[in-house]
């Protein structure tokens, strides 16, 4: 059992805590300012399931978009410990890079969450999907908490591609062919 590794496992554990707080929780309280004039939270507390129903999928989603970013960065964290350059300065700048491209997936989940619901609500005009949530149509309220989930998972692999793009990965050598 290598303790490199052990100790890796443990600082990936911790970063997938903080990124659960931090960024899911940050969405979460962005998306109650962003709507106030739905008041959520007032919703929540008077038992509207279908609030709850479209709030959890929003969190949801933001969670499978955010997952895609979080492996890359940890990768070029591990290849960072384990390489030969380990000076502070370049392992600070890495991991500002990776809460840089973890906040920029959750940032265009929430772009994609934002613009989903303004399609749906564009495509469907007979149908006033804040009223029809506010009123607790748990009908309307699972369509959107799916049509929110097929989104983000549709997206996720395009972040987890343009994480990979951004993220300068260190020189580890090169096998020869031929």
């Known amino acids: 059992m290598n303790s490199l590794q052990i100790i890796f496992g443990v600082l990936e554990f911790l970063v997938s805590i903080l990124v659960s707080f931090f960024l899911i929780l940050g969405s979460y309280r962005l998306f ?3 709507t106030h004039r739905f008041d959520e939270e007032h919703q929540l507390k008077k038992k509207n399931v279908s609030v709850g129903i479209v709030l959890g999928s929003i969190l949801l989603g933001e969670a499978i978009v955010v997952k895609q970013a979080i492996y ?11 390489g030969e350059d380990k000076s502070i300065l370049n392992f600070i700048k890495m991991l500002g890079l990776g809460v840089g491209y973890v906040l920029l997936a959750g940032a265009l989940a929430i772009i994609c969450i934002l613009f989903s619901l303004w399609m749906f609500n564009k495509l469907t005009p007979r149908i006033d999907q804040y009223e029809e949530i506010k009123n607790d149509n748990k ?5 959107i908490a799916f049509l929110i989930i097929g989104i983000c998972l549709l997206i996720s692999s395009g ?8 993220i300068p ?5 090169s096998i020869p062919f031929g």
């Open 32 to 34: 109650l300012v962003i």
């Open 139 to 143: 009908a309307v309220a699972l369509f």
């Open 72 to 82: 890359p960065v940890m990768a070029v964290i591990q290849i960072f410990v384990l």
């Open 169 to 173: 990965f260190p020189e580890v050598g």
């Open 159 to 166: 972040v987890s591609g343009l994480t990979r793009a951004l």
